[in-house]
Nanobody, 124 residues
Framework: QVQLVESGGGLVQAGGSLRLSCAAS????????MGWFRQAPGQEREFVSA????????YYADSVKGRFTISRDKAANTVVVQRNNLKPEDTAEYYC?????????????????WGQGTQVTVSS
């Protein structure tokens, strides 16, 4: 299995940027599709973005497309999401997740391993 630890959350003003990182340890990092999800208070966990094992294919939720960029560093066993032009509605707890699915899923249930989460708060 794999252990995931997120970092980089914090408080930022609307229009600002944050870079969230997820460090993976344990089983081979490249064995997993990696995804990011977020959950605001009282809401369901929602898909943000995902990246294939090779890093060559990425997917984004419509709400973040054009503002967020996901990438993975195989040498460092990390996956990073650069978040630009942040909006108050981006405020949530952000979670990194790993999936051994053959595809690149967007449903939380398809991801077997999760980090502890990191809070992002965007002030207006």
């Amino acid at each position: 299995q794999v252990q995931l630890v997120e970092s980089g959350g914090g408080l930022v003003q609307a229009g600002g940027s944050l870079r969230l990182s997820c460090a993976a340890s344990g089983r081979t990092f490249s064995s997993y599709v990696m995804g990011w999800f977020r959950q605001a208070p009282g809401q369901e966990r929602e898909f943000v973005s995902a990246i294939s094992r090779s890093g060559g294919t990425t997917y984004y939720a419509d709400s973040v497309k054009g503002r967020f960029t996901i990438s993975r560093d195989k040498a460092a066993n990390t996956v990073v999401v650069q978040r630009n032009n942040l909006k108050p509605e981006d405020t949530a707890e952000y979670y990194c997740a790993a999936s051994d699915s053959g595809s690149i899923p967007s449903k939380p249930g398809r991801y077997a391993y999760w980090g502890q989460g990191t809070q992002v708060t965007v002030s207006s």
